[in-house]
């Protein structure tokens, strides 16, 4: 007969699950509990916290929808989503654009536009052309690369929480030219708050943070043959570019918006150019996304992760 206390609980757990079949999945569940346990340990938890600790987590999943994942928005404010991002890139093989979030305003089906094409369908706020090259480790163009772009208006509200969400505003998807080229017009960003009128909010005003993230504009890069990028590009200047909620600022990606650029496609607007850089594929590398279109999170859900 066992005699559990605080301390044989964990490997009692852990024996339970000493079968796994699959060695990753043992792997991931046993270090899971022995840090679970001993966090609980040494914070010595009370049963009433850890009861909240469920209300949290339970009004977090039911503030789930198909145009909200606020489990994605908690991973991102614990800092876990930037963590897991450091841990792909450090996996990369050879010199790639660094990854940053995905976030919860994602959309996978967004239009595809001709170079050149303005994503701006409002058009309020300062017009900018962003344009550089998609290249490879070595520096070479990659033809036909996909660019997929999504950014929050003006004022720092994505179409998701604007409007209807079968219209999509300030997001299209463009394919590089065939010397890796890309170029297209929309509106320069503001920064914004994350969204607080849900449990995470409630989590960052107990903590007094500001919940604020600096200006960006999201994009998700890949051809075939490459280690497809997620990543952003945070205008220099912005207030919170040094205490960004979510950790999503590295100073590689922090870009300024150039308004004397003879080089930029369209001479007469305020630029902003990047280089992005991806890797071969290597190994059994996967997709780079810490996050997903929520919809489709929500279907894979109700599918029972099939
Ligand atoms: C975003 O950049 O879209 C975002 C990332 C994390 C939390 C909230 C928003
Ligand atoms: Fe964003």
Known sequence: MLAIDEMSITDAALDQMSATPNPRLQEIMSSLVRHLHAFAREVDLKPEEWLEGIRFLTSVGQKCTEFRQEFILLSDTLGMSALVNALHDKRATADTTKSSLLGPFYRQDSP?????????????????????????????????ASVEIWQPDDEGWYDLQLQDPSQMDLRGRFYTDSEGRYYLRT????????PMDGPVGDMIRAQKRHGFRPAHIHFLIGAPGYREVVTALYLSGDEHIDSDTVFGVTESLVVNVNHNDPA??????????????????????????????PSQIVKKAADGGH
């Open 112 to 144: 595809t536009l001709p170079l050149g094409a303005n994503i701006a369908g409002k058009g309020k706020g300062m017009q900018v052309v962003i344009y550089g090259r998609v290249v490879d480790s070595a520096g070479r163009g990659v033809p036909n």
């Open 187 to 194: 509106i320069a960003p503001t920064g914004y708050m994350i």
């Open 264 to 293: 930029a496609p369209l001479p007469n607007l305020p630029s902003i150019k990047f280089d992005f850089q991806l890797a071969a594929l290597a190994g059994d590398a996967m997709l780079g996304r810490v996050g997903a279109d």
